[in-house]
Every structure is written in C-alpha cells, then in structure tokens.
C-alpha cells in the first residue's frame, strides 16, 4: 500500500475516535432536565381589573353568573360608571336586566343595568314588541319550584270535556305554547341563594312570562278552561326545533355569516304557538275516555214518529219505518210502528 494513502487512513481513524470521544462525554456530562414551575401571568403594568361582558349581551338580557367577568382595563379609560374589582360584586347583579346592548368584552355600565325594584325595570326584560303575562300556577305544576328567571318553559293546559252525553266526562291535556321566558315567579326576579353559594329553591303560586299579544290573549283564555301547568324546556330543545324548521322551509337561512347568527338568536328566543301536542284520559289509562261524549239523538217513541205527527210525516230526528206498519191511535195520537222489519 502506498505510504500516502495509509497516512491519510491514519489520520481519518484518529479524528473519528476524538470526535466520538468528545460526543460521549458532552452526552454523559449533559445535567438532566428539571422540570421548572410556569411563570404566573404578569397583570400588564398600568391597568385595572373592571367587570366587563364575556359575551353579547342584548337588552332585556337576564344576567347569570356566566355573563360577567374581571378584566384588566388601562386605567386611564376606566370611566367611573364602571364596575372595579375592588369596589364591586357580581354576585349582587346576577338577575339585573341589561337595558342598552353590551358588546363582548366591553366594559359594564351602571347605567347599562336595571337591578330588581327598580322603576322600569320590568319594561327593560321585555323585548321589543313583547308582553308581561302573570300565569297562577301551583306547587305541582310550576315544576316543584324548579323555574326560576330565565328560563324557558312550555305552557300545558289541562281540561275535563263533559260533551253533553252520558258517561264521564273527557280528561285532556295539551301543550298550547312553547319556549316562553320566565321573567319572574311571584314577585322575585333573581335566584336566591344560601351562604354557601347554593340555590335556594322555594315554592311560588304565580308565574310571569314574555310572550306576544296574541299569545298573551291565550293564556288569559286558558286560565278560564281549565288548569295550567309549566314544563321546563332543555336549553337544546331550541337547536333540534331550530334544524326542524329549516328542513321543513319554514325559517330560509341567509348567506351572510353575521345575519345568519342574528337569525338563529331571533328564532331560538321567539315564543311559539300552533301544533299542540296532547294526550288524553285513555292514553294514560283503559278506564278513561278517548273521545267526547256524543250527545243522544232525540228519539220517538215507540220508534216511531212523535206525538201528535201523522204516519209517514217528516220530522227531524226521526226514522222511517221498514216493513209492516202498524198504526196505534190513543185518542188523538196516533203511532206507527214497524213489525218485523230490518233496520
């Protein structure tokens, strides 16, 4: 072998084994990681924390306990209308009704909010449009005390159909309204809740909801039928209701991403009327009726024509004889009845 080559080779070797020798120990020597705690977030310098909405409030909203939230706001912006953190809690706003349009993220006004008592503030709760209408209800029908501001609710009503017939009369029981707002139940219009942060749940005798004039003019006729029961609505009932209506035509969606939202906040929030649901006493049990008492026909007697009317002689109600006819005289009454003919 030439004596270049097996230099150059020798060479090669002697570089490799440093280089491995100097990755071998920057690897062994190499501390292990520690796992560090993360940096708490640094409140930006110059701000202070005021109470602001975590998302679009629009006005008659009932606020909740979800609706608000402290943020940092630069203190030269802060207004003194605003709610500050040290000054302020939101505990004591919860069921205070929005009266001008909050934006996500912007700061809450007092002027903004209607407490309860306050003058007006009933008005505010209302949407444009829209009507107060007091529903007396009883411990059993306003869902065990369940119901409280802001929830929404269908309307049941409940009735005996006497018909006018012989038997007893028809049990029935339909919903006549849905999605309604409940604005207060008696005379409070927030939940009530313990020391320990709980709700407290109390029983109340009359229920106010939102509804349209026409709708309002219902409930005052139901209230004279018969007995009105409430049934809480879930929150994802107006989604599946929602899907229902565009499948069938009767909301068209807009192509607009903005108008679209407004659209389905709009229809999720609407009163609805129209294709009531209802059961009967025979749903629920064998023993009851499944339709009204029909009223009896007024019948002749002897299955013949009244009192006093000539054979053959038409008169309402009455059924011409078939067959053999035999004519009965009492006096100045005279009565045809058949023998032996088929009805």
């Known amino acids: 072998m030439d004596a270049r080559k097996l230099i150059l080779l020798v060479g090669a070797l002697v570089v490799a084994a440093i280089t491995a020798f100097m990755a071998r120990s920057l690897m062994s020597g190499a501390p292990a990681p520690q796992a560090g705690a993360v940096p708490a977030a640094v409140q930006p310098q110059n701000t202070t924390e005021v109470l602001v909405a975590k998302r679009e409030l629009p006005v008659g909203t009932i606020l909740d306990a979800q609706s608000l939230e402290f943020r940092p706001w630069?203190?030269?912006?802060v207004e003194g209308a605003y709610y500050v953190k040290s000054e302020?809690?939101?505990?004591?706003?919860?069921?205070?009704?929005?009266?001008?349009?909050?934006?996500?993220?912007?700061?809450?006004?007092?002027?903004?909010?209607?407490?309860?008592?306050?003058?007006?503030?009933l008005a505010a709760a209302l949407g444009a449009g829209m009507r107060?209408?007091?529903?007396?209800?009883?411990?059993?029908?306003?869902?065990?005390?369940?119901?409280?501001?802001?929830?929404?609710?269908?309307?049941?009503?409940?009735?005996?159909?006497?018909?006018?017939?012989?038997?007893?009369p028809l049990k029935a029981s339909e919903t006549?309204?849905?999605?309604?707002?409940?604005?207060?139940?008696?005379?409070?219009?927030?939940?009530?809740?313990?020391?320990?942060?709980?709700?407290?749940v109390n029983t109340f005798s009359t229920v106010t909801v939102e509804a349209t004039p026409k709708i309002a003019e219902k409930i005052a006729v139901a209230q004279t039928i018969g007995t009105l029961s409430l049934s809480l609505r879930s929150i994802a009932d107006n989604?599946?209701?929602?899907?229902?209506a565009i499948a069938a035509g009767d909301v068209e969606v807009p192509t607009d991403p903005k108008k679209e939202k407004e659209m389905i906040a709009k229809v999720a929030t609407r009163p609805q009327e129209g294709a009531t649901t209802f059961a009967t006493g025979a749903d629920v049990s064998r023993f009851q009726r499944s339709t009204v008492p029909a009223k009896p026909r007024d019948a002749a007697p002897m299955g013949g024509a009244p009192a006093g009317a000539a054979p053959g002689q038409g008169y309402p109600g009455a059924v011409a004889p078939r067959g053999p006819v035999v004519t009965i005289v009492r006096g100045n009454a005279e009565t045809a009845v058949a023998l032996g003919g088929k009805n």
């Open 176 to 200: 006549i309204l849905r999605n309604l707002r409940v604005l207060a139940t008696d005379q409070k219009t927030d939940k009530q809740t313990d020391d320990k942060g709980n709700t407290i």
């Open 239 to 244: 989604q599946g209701e929602l899907e229902e």
């Open 88 to 121: 302020s809690d939101p505990a004591k706003l919860v069921g205070t009704v929005v009266r001008f349009p909050i934006p996500a993220g912007q700061p809450v006004t007092q002027g903004a909010l209607v407490k309860p008592g306050d003058r007006g503030f």
């Open 132 to 168: 107060a209408v007091t529903v007396p209800v009883s411990t059993q029908s306003a869902v065990a005390g369940f119901v409280f501001p802001g929830d929404r609710i269908d309307l049941v009503l409940t009735q005996s159909v006497s018909g006018g017939g012989d038997g007893p």
């Open 74 to 77: 630069p203190k030269e912006l």
